[in-house]
């Protein structure tokens, strides 16, 4: 079975984790192949180091070496580097790097200088974590560098109507998504093409998965880039998607403080609504089981079950879950 997953980082990942689980337990000779599309939006420059947020949380996160808690970044982590940083005043602060993290930032800045492509800095940084072994291609959705930005109210401003776009990193981590964000923007998106094998591994699928990852700053900046979309509406696959709102509220992060400005009702019926067009299957909270699926070109089958990913094991019945979902669609169309 060949699946292809859409990944933003931390929501993303647990579930990579719990699918790459639940595959190896599936009573199967044929080997399963996991693609993995990651978010490259939240990417951003700091100290000179190119990070790329989502992509490090699924390679710790299936490497093993992700700070649990967090859900980011690594365990047994020091801020050595960071403090002599701070000490030398230079800035941001606000944005921590463990010293063990900074390896992987320090390799990929070196790599990418010599003229290595995202994907190949990507695939090398993945063998460290040992995704290969596990049947996962991690791919980048872009090689082109491409930065979320965030529109709000110019705050050094006295004109009301005045903006200021900060990157995606000082809204959500500096200023806790708390100032209002007016709309999202993607620097460079208008020469983004999707990074090599990104289209091939929608269309080639034989099931797509959208993990529960934030719907417009994780899934809906890889939709944006130019023929993703298209790929989704045209493949062959089933596309089933898990909600990352339960009960009207995000699990965690601000995926409320992202749907608001979109005009999306923050719950489940809210996000499958901005998948209509391709998706085929939406697996929901038992406590979202009642929800009416806003309208579309074609059915969409909901199912509910509990969605907390609140250890490995949780994850893998939820991945489970979507899995027999897909192969249920799948079965239905084959079907005379
Ligand atoms: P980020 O890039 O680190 O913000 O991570 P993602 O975009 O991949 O995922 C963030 C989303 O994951 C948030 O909108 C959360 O609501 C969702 N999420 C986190 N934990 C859980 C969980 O246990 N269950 C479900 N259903 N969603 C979750
Ligand atoms: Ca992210």
Redesign the pocket.
């Known amino acids: 079975m060949r699946i292809t997953a859409l990944s933003?980082?931390v929501g993303g990942a647990r579930f990579l984790r719990g699918l790459v689980k639940h595959l190896d337990s599936r009573d199967s000779d044929e080997p399963h192949e996991l693609t993995v599309i990651g978010?490259t939006g939240?990417d951003i420059t700091l100290f000179g180091l190119r990070v790329c947020?989502?992509l490090d949380s699924v390679l710790y996160t299936l490497g093993g070496g992700v700070n649990e808690s967090q859900g980011w970044g690594r365990e047994d982590e020091s801020f050595a580097v960071q403090a002599e940083l701070k000490a030398l005043a230079v800035e941001p602060q606000w944005f921590g790097l463990g010293d063990r993290d900074m390896g992987t930032h320090i390799a990929r800045s070196l790599w990418l200088g010599q003229g290595q492509t995202l994907t190949d800095v990507t695939a090398k940084l993945a063998r460290r974590w040992a995704l290969p072994e596990q049947g996962v291609t991690l791919l980048p959705a872009t090689n082109t560098p491409i930065e979320t930005h965030v529109v709000i109210a110019d705050p050094d401003s006295d004109d009301p109507t005045a903006e200021r776009a900060v990157h995606f990193q000082e809204w959500w981590v500096r200023m806790q998504a708390k100032t209002e964000a007016k709309r999202f923007t993607v620097a460079g998106m208008g020469q983004a093409i999707p990074a090599p094998g990104v289209l091939e591994a929608i269309r080639n699928a034989d099931l797509v998965i959208l993990p529960p990852s934030?719907p417009v700053?994780?899934i809906g900046i890889i939709l944006g880039i130019p023929g993703v979309r298209d790929a989704l509406r045209g493949t062959r696959a089933p596309v089933v998607g898990v909600s990352p709102i339960i009960g009207g509220a995000p699990v965690r992060g601000h995926a409320d403080a992202c749907l608001r400005p979109l005009g999306v009702p923050v719950s489940a019926a809210g996000v499958a609504g901005l998948y209509v067009d391709f998706l085929n299957g939406w697996l929901v909270d038992d406590v979202d089981s009642d929800i009416a699926i806003p309208s579309g070109p074609h059915r969409i089958t909901h199912r509910s079950q509990p969605l907390l990913m609140s250890d490995t094991d949780a994850a893998s019945v939820i991945a489970g879950g979507a899995v027999e979902l897909g192969l249920d669609l799948m079965q239905a169309r084959t079907a005379p």
Do not use: T
């Open positions: 933003g980082g978010n939240d947020p989502d934030n700053v994780s």
